[in-house]
């Protein structure tokens, strides 16, 4: 498959990445297998002694590893939503960052419903969900909406590397015969006719109008899971477009984050410009604007209302006793500071807003914990003379390092990934030159 100028360029650049794994690369690839073997002793003791080896009880039934599901998803649904918005209006700027975006989505998605698992009892039993599903149950729409939101990723994903694939197998790399036979496979006689960009194109625009809804599905669903529950701080008829907001922005900062770790390690500066971080800086910000509104709006709403058991779980979160410094650390890191760190023109760079991406990610982990946990330590019925473990949660080491191998697989499913593809797509420039 020819290339034009720039796109050999690219190509080059990234060759060196793609043929050899370096004694940098095996070393983070052991440091991430060591914590996934770490966290797959915490599976066998969960499964050996069930879930007595972690903080979850009668009362606080859900914990960190519901708190994971629903960041690893709302990260997956970033990476859709915005390359595919910018995929259909055809933005200039999303070339680069936009295979970047898609691999977010993927890897996120597999991760993420790990976590419902480990909260499974019998994990024997899983089966019956697909075997005798309830469709009036909020469980089995996220079965059916991740099941079908994680076929169309891998769908969007491939249909944008086929171009990429007939180009690393006609490169004749130094690499194994497998993975050239690999990329033979993959690229499905892809050679560049006009007949078959057309179908790639068309395919790929229908993909992307389907990917949006998709997302916003997907994610709306999860929230009925809690709005759609009888307890306070989950009742809620904006939890839909809160999540949804809440997923899109925290997505966008680990996409921040992904573009700045490539861009240094693989020296990509000539492509993941300071431009594209100004612009997804500027996403940020009205997502922080927004996503600080519906919190307000939230928190406002529950305490001005005083209902005795919303009244409970309000004190608990503004309580600086209990979870009041978690709340302010969410609302600072996770609103206040990307946006004056974007709205700063000498903060407005590259560093800086990856650095506060980092934070705000964070704080958005920690605002789903505050969701979960809080809730289900405010029972409906008083509780006397019990264990205080069986009503205040706290989070075990065996659920510290399976949540620690899920970010590790995370991690390690990036390194692996920018093995075999590269990282900035190659046929995604076109017939266009370097300006």
């Known amino acids: 498959m020819e290339l034009n100028k720039y796109q050999q360029e690219i190509f080059e650049k990234q060759r060196p990445t793609i043929e050899t794994f370096t004694k940098k690369t095996w070393a983070w690839t052991i440091f991430f297998l060591l914590w996934i073997l770490l966290g797959g002793y915490a599976l066998y003791l969960q499964i050996a002694k ?6 979850m009880r009668d009362n606080v039934v859900w914990g960190l590893y519901i708190a994971n599901f629903i960041f690893f998803i709302g990260i997956s649904y970033a990476g859709a939503v915005i390359s595919g918005i910018l995929h259909i209006l055809n933005v200039e700027w999303r070339k680069p960052i936009i295979r970047i975006a898609e691999m977010i989505t993927v ?3 597999i991760i993420g419903p790990v976590f419902i698992l480990l909260c499974v009892g019998r994990l024997d039993r899983l089966h019956h969900l697909f075997l005798y599903p309830r469709l009036q149950s909020p469980i089995t729409w996220d079965v059916l909406a991740i099941g079908t939101y994680f076929t169309g990723s891998v769908i969007f994903l491939y249909l944008a590397l086929i171009k990429d694939f007939a180009v690393y197998r006609d490169a004749k790399l130094n690499i194994p015969k497998w993975r050239q036979k690999l990329y033979r496979i993959l690229a499905i006689g892809y050679r560049g006719t006009p007949s078959q960009k ?3 194109r068309v395919s790929t625009n229908l993909m992307a109008i389907m990917i949006i809804p998709l997302a916003i599905i ?3 669903v999860l929230s009925w899971i809690f709005g ?7 009742h809620s008829t904006i939890f839909g477009p809160y999540f949804v907001l809440a997923a899109i922005y925290s997505g966008t900062g680990v996409l921040i984050m992904a573009m700045w770790v490539y861009r240094k390690i693989y020296k990509l500066h000539s492509y993941l ?4 971080f100004i612009y997804l800086g500027y996403i940020m910000m009205v997502l922080g604007a927004a996503y600080g509104y519906f919190t307000f709006s939230e928190y406002l709403t529950d305490w001005f209302a005083s209902e005795k058991w919303d009244s409970e779980v309000i004190e608990k979160i503004f309580n600086p006793a209990k979870y009041g410094w978690w709340f302010l650390f969410t609302n600072v890191a996770g609103i206040l500071l990307p946006i004056l760190v974007v709205a700063i023109p000498k903060t407005r760079k590259p560093t800086p807003i990856a650095i506060v991406s980092f934070f705000m990610v964070i704080a958005l982990w920690v605002k789903r914990y505050l969701i979960i946990v809080p809730t289900l330590e405010s029972p409906l019925l008083p509780m006397q003379d019990i264990r205080p473990e069986y009503v205040k949660y706290s989070a075990t080491w065996v659920e510290w390092a399976l949540t620690f191998a899920g970010i590790a697989t995370f991690f390690l ?3 692996i990934i920018s093995k075999f593809v590269t990282v900035i797509p190659i046929s995604e420039f076109g017939d266009e030159e370097k300006k």
């Open 107 to 109: 890897v996120a998605t």
């Open 413 to 415: 499913f990036f390194t």
């Open 198 to 200: 057309k179908h790639i």
């Open 218 to 220: 997907v994610h709306s």
């Open 273 to 276: 410009t300071d431009k594209h």
């Open 228 to 234: 759609m529950t009888l307890r306070p701080g989950w």
């Open 50 to 55: 069930g879930h007595s080896v972690t903080g």
